[in-house]
Every structure is written in C-alpha cells, then in structure tokens.
C-alpha cells in the first residue's frame, strides 16, 4: 500500500477516534445539564414555597396592610 493512503487511513482513523470522544463528551455534557435543570427546578419550587410561607406570614402579622 503505498505511503500516502497509509497516512490518509491512519489520518482518518484519528479523526473518528476524535468524533467518537467528541459525541461522549457531548452526551456526558447533555446528562450534566439536564441533571442540573431538574436541581434547578426543584430549587424553584422550594423558593416559591418559601414566598408562600413569607406572604402567609405576613398576612398573619398584618392582615390589613396586604393587598
């Protein structure tokens, strides 16, 4: 096999290696960020529970002054 296709194979080979690790990487990064929005929206929740709980507490100490 002359030379030049030797290269031109091993030249691709590196770069499907390369696409591969680039599509694990992007799967692992995908996983990240919807792990991290299921932690953010249970954040949210927790927070708007707790403005429930202030406005409650606030209607009770100062019933007439909430609008």
Same mark, same amino acid.
């Given at each position: 096999?002359?030379?030049?296709? !030797?290269?031109? +194979? &091993? /030249?691709?080979?590196? *770069? !499907?290696?390369? +696409? &591969? /690790?680039?599509?694990? *990487? !992007?799967?692992?990064?995908? /996983?990240?960020?919807?792990?991290?929005?299921?932690?953010?929206?249970?954040?949210?929740?927790?927070?708007?529970?707790?403005?429930?709980?202030?406005?409650?507490?606030?209607?009770?100490?100062?019933?007439?002054?909430?609008?």
């Amino acid at each position: 096999m002359p030379k030049i296709l !030797t290269g031109m +194979i &091993a /030249e691709l080979r590196e *770069n !499907t290696d390369n +696409i &591969a /690790e680039s599509a694990c *990487n !992007t799967a692992s990064s995908q /996983e990240h960020t919807e792990e991290l929005v299921q932690q953010l929206g249970g954040e949210i929740k927790q927070i708007e529970r707790m403005n429930s709980t202030v406005k409650e507490l606030e209607m009770l100490q100062h019933p007439s002054e909430i609008i």
